[in-house]
């Protein structure tokens, strides 16, 4: 069954830190990965793709199809980057399926 | 126009009532998609339309759940005898897709349904 796992509800940060938001997939094909983002009042936008390599923001992901993990990663967490992230998966059908999201807070 | 609009924004209604949400998708893309945004859920896929036909429904939670899309635009989803369990924030979003190819989704604002 096609499946996105985000461990995570919440993650809090100070600015400058590192973040790292997880994303665990399960599909047995060659599934498109992508990150969508929630910022507070606005509505849902995709925030970038895995087939696309690259960084939005200064967010990257890099999918890795051995642990089937699709982590979003910035080196430096600024207060803007608050908001709700959602990884999905699009395994060779239209539909999306999503993660149930991450709520993350920069706190200056 | 500007992106995918959706109407009501809100919407609140007695359990045992029908209600009609709204999409209009943005103009000229062939794709629209409906999803559900429960507390603690995340989304939820519901249905999906390609031009006016819906190729997975495999998302619609009952058969008090149905859609449809007229002349390739506007679509409607309809809620038969709400319950309390079907409050939520229902999403639209469309693509310029065509078959064999995965295209960026557009959400909509979405509608805010709560079932009293």
């Known amino acids: 069954a096609q499946r996105v796992t985000q461990p995570e509800k919440l993650l809090s940060v100070f600015k400058g830190a590192p973040v790292e938001l997880k994303c665990n997939y399960s599909?047995?094909?060659?599934?498109?990965l992508f990150w969508y983002v929630q910022y507070s009042r606005q509505r849902l936008q995709l925030l970038l793709r895995?087939?696309s390599r690259e960084s939005i923001k200064g967010f990257t992901a890099d999918l890795n199809k051995g642990e089937t993990s699709f982590h979003l990663k910035k080196p430096f967490a600024q207060e803007e980057d608050s908001a709700m992230y959602y990884c999905?998966?699009?395994?060779?059908?239209?539909?999306?399926?999503f993660g149930t999201g991450t709520r993350l807070q920069v706190f200056p | 126009g500007a992106g995918v609009s959706q109407s009501p924004s809100n919407k609140v209604t007695e359990k045992g009532k029908d209600v009609e949400l709204r999409c209009d998708p943005i103009?000229?893309?062939?794709?629209l998609y409906w999803y559900r945004q429960s507390l603690g859920q995340g989304l939820e896929f519901l249905i999906y339309?390609?031009?006016?036909?819906?190729?997975?429904k495999s998302g619609l939670p009952s058969d008090r759940f149905s859609a449809e899309r007229t002349g390739g635009s506007v679509s409607t989803l309809t809620i038969q005898r709400t319950q309390q369990e079907d409050s939520a924030v229902y999403l639209c979003?469309?693509?310029?897709?065509?078959?064999?190819?995965?295209?960026?989704?557009?959400f909509g604002p979405g509608t805010r349904l709560t079932v009293l």
């Open positions: 979003a469309s693509s310029g897709q065509t078959s064999g190819g995965i295209y960026e989704q557009f």
């Open positions: 599909y047995s094909g060659s599934p498109e």
């Open positions: 895995h087939i």
């Open positions: 999905a998966l699009s395994g060779g059908t239209d539909k999306l399926i």
């Open positions: 103009s000229g893309h062939t794709a």
């Open positions: 339309f390609q031009g006016n036909s819906a190729p997975d």
